[in-house]
């Protein structure tokens, strides 16, 4: 579950006296919005200049930026569905500037290369799945690093990159990949679909196999797929009788 929705209320507390404030200024949403993203073009040309340590206080400014454009919004009572849009069009190009900013200068090292390359696509999927999720109309919020999540280490991962360079790119590469799976997942058990009837009939009982085999079920096929199949199940039994 990302850090947004984990903690809705500390992040409004902190952002919404800075949205209010920066309403009494000439700047719009947008604006901000284009000012996170030209700092995180900034990041990504010094990290690929080998300059880690200032392209990650950079990207903190950057990822600062895109946290007050929503609230400049907010404050504003602003929001329009081409600033929500603009602004998750910055956040795909900002997580591909930083990215490939990184695998620029780690070029020559294969592994670490890899790793990057391998974060940067899972960036990008992790979005994308998501929006296409929501244009049919189904619910994708869920997986173990949204983009919060990511923005957060690789600053940890520019800054302290002495220590926690190739660390924090596995936890991307890895935990992007277990995140893309996760939401493909989510999208796949929320589409109606049958459940084989002789799994149904694995799930029946009380013993510790068939309670294990029932939950494993559910969490595969979807809660609602595999209860609609059981009350299915249970009313063609009744009626056979």
Not at 90 to 100: H, M, P, Q, V
Not at 164 to 187: C, D, F, K, M, Y
Request: net charge neutral.
């Amino acid at each position: 579950m990302g850090l947004r929705a984990t903690f809705p209320t500390h992040v409004a507390r902190l952002t919404t006296p800075i949205g209010r404030a920066l309403a009494h200024s000439p700047l719009q949403p947008n604006h901000v919005t284009t000012l996170g993203l030209a700092l995180t073009g900034l990041a990504a040309v010094l990290a690929g200049a080998g300059m880690l340590v200032p392209a990650g206080w950079v990207l903190v400014a950057g990822g600062l930026m895109d946290t007050f454009d929503g609230a400049l919004a907010r404050a504003r009572a602003s929001s329009t569905p081409y600033g929500a849009f603009y602004d998750s069009v910055s956040d795909r190009l900002s997580d591909g500037f930083i990215l490939a900013g990184m695998a620029w200068w780690l070029r020559t090292d294969d592994r670490i290369f890899a790793l990057v390359l391998i974060a940067l696509v899972t960036s990008q999927v992790t979005s994308y799945v998501r929006a296409k999720a929501e244009a049919i109309d189904l619910d994708c919020s869920v997986g173990l690093l949204e983009r919060a999540e990511r923005a957060i280490l690789l600053m940890v991962a520019l800054i302290f990159h002495r220590w926690t360079l190739e660390p924090v790119l596995w936890v991307l590469a890895v935990g992007g990949s277990v995140t893309v799976l996760q939401r493909i997942h989510h999208v796949w058990c929320q589409i109606d679909r049958d459940v084989p009837p002789e799994l149904l009939g694995l799930t029946q009982g009380d013993r510790a196999w068939n309670r294990a085999y029932r939950s494993a079920a559910r969490a595969f096929f979807g809660e609602n797929n595999f209860d609609d199949a059981q009350e299915q199940q249970r009313t063609a039994e009744q009626v056979a009788r």
